[in-house]
């Protein structure tokens, strides 16, 4: 039986694992993708793709704020732009009530020496967006956010990673794990590969995955709906949400306005399926409604909900095994990875290659949540 070699094994061909394996395929290092469906099928390929720096974690902040300063040469980093439009976004305040949450966090935001977010009055918010109904008064922005083209971004990264030599295998999923001295043997159905280290890049099954190459990492699930409709003129340019709704609003390049915000259908792991939940999706379109009233007549072209991992305290999993030499993890995104793609490669580039990193990561490490006599 032929065993294919390499010198790193990504598992899981979404996002975070094409942008760790293109670092490493830069940095000179053999590497090989391995993904069960197809690049993108889960997350990648579902999300509304909102480049954001508002509103993150404070643990997030500044890989977000790098991760933004590359968004914005993302053409240089993979040779496509993405799609990406740095037209902003918004945090609306519906009513006055909702002020002191968006105060708190700016006046918080500076207080740590941060200046991205920026509170707006009701003028200004209704010359960002003129279609937002009447009755808003005010809103936290960042100005330099935006948002870009799953799809398009997916390609991209799939391409440059070819392009560095990194070799990518479909419809290849790993059925079982043995050490083989300092190499890990996967298998996957009638092929086998070896390699010294392995990046847990599997999305809502990255749990699993580690649990067969020796961690115990607690991991949830999501299954956020979106909605998209036909297409319109010209709505809005920046990405809006609102404080106290589960509502994100933003008008594609093609006209078509997406709706999204963390309403939550089902999904099931074991088949790979997940459904959407139409009553609870109403919620969302009446938000978008009582937000942009001029959308009121506009028919829904379609609806769907991705598979993703969530963490309990919502940041993601970056960082090397504390158990098995060789293993790292980067999953657990919680709904909002999909800014922090490229600077997120660039740190699994540093812990492999490095054996550690300058970049801010220790709210993320996988210790947390493993039991105790795991970590210890």
């Not at 088949?271 to 409604?289: E, H, I, K, Y």
Request: glycine share 12%.
């Amino acid at each position: 039986m032929t065993v294919l070699g390499c010198d790193v094994a990504v598992i899981g061909g979404g996002l975070h694992g094409l942008s760790a394996a293109l670092h490493l395929a830069r940095a000179g290092r053999r590497v090989l993708v391995l993904e069960r469906s197809w690049v993108g099928r889960h997350a990648s390929g579902a999300t509304a793709a909102g480049v954001r720096t508002l509103g993150r974690d404070v643990a997030e902040v500044p890989i977000s704020l790098e991760a933004m300063e590359m968004w914005h040469r993302i053409e240089a980093i993979v040779g496509d732009g993405c799609g990406f439009h740095a037209d902003g976004q918004i945090r609306v305040a519906e009513f006055d009530s909702h002020w002191p949450d968006l105060l708190q966090r700016e006046a918080r935001m500076r207080a740590l020496g941060y200046t991205h977010e920026e509170i707006v009055d009701a003028e200004e918010l209704r010359r960002l967006v003129p279609a937002l109904s009447p009755h808003c008064v005010g809103a936290l922005v960042a100005r330099r956010d935006g948002a870009a083209d799953p799809h398009r971004t997916i390609a991209a990264f799939r391409r440059a990673c070819e392009a560095a030599g990194v070799t990518i295998v479909e419809g290849c999923g790993v059925e079982a794990v043995e050490r083989r001295g300092a190499d890990w043997l996967l298998s996957t159905g009638a092929r086998r590969f070896t390699a010294p280290v392995v990046v847990n890049a599997a999305g809502a099954w990255a749990g699993r995955l580690a649990a067969m190459l020796g961690d115990e990492i607690e991991l949830g699930l999501k299954a956020s709906m979106m909605i998209v409709t036909e297409r319109l003129a010209p709505v809005l340019a920046p990405v809006v949400s609102v404080v106290g709704r589960a509502l994100s609003f933003k008008q594609s390049d093609q006209g078509t306005l997406v709706i999204g915000g963390g309403l939550q259908g089902s999904a099931d792991l074991d088949r790979q399926a997940s459904r959407v939940d139409f009553a609870t999706l109403a919620r969302g379109a009446r938000a978008a409604v009582d937000l942009f009233p001029v959308v009121g007549d506009v028919r829904i072209a379609r609806c769907w909900t991705g598979i993703e991992a969530k963490t309990r305290d919502l940041l993601p999993v970056i960082g090397a095994s504390p158990n098995q030499p060789g293993l790292f993890h980067v999953f657990g995104f919680s709904g909002h990875g999909f800014q922090l793609v490229p600077v997120v490669g660039a740190i699994l580039c540093d812990l492999i290659l490095e054996g550690g990193t300058q970049r801010p990561i220790a709210a993320f490490a996988p210790e947390r949540l493993m039991p105790a006599r795991a970590a210890a």
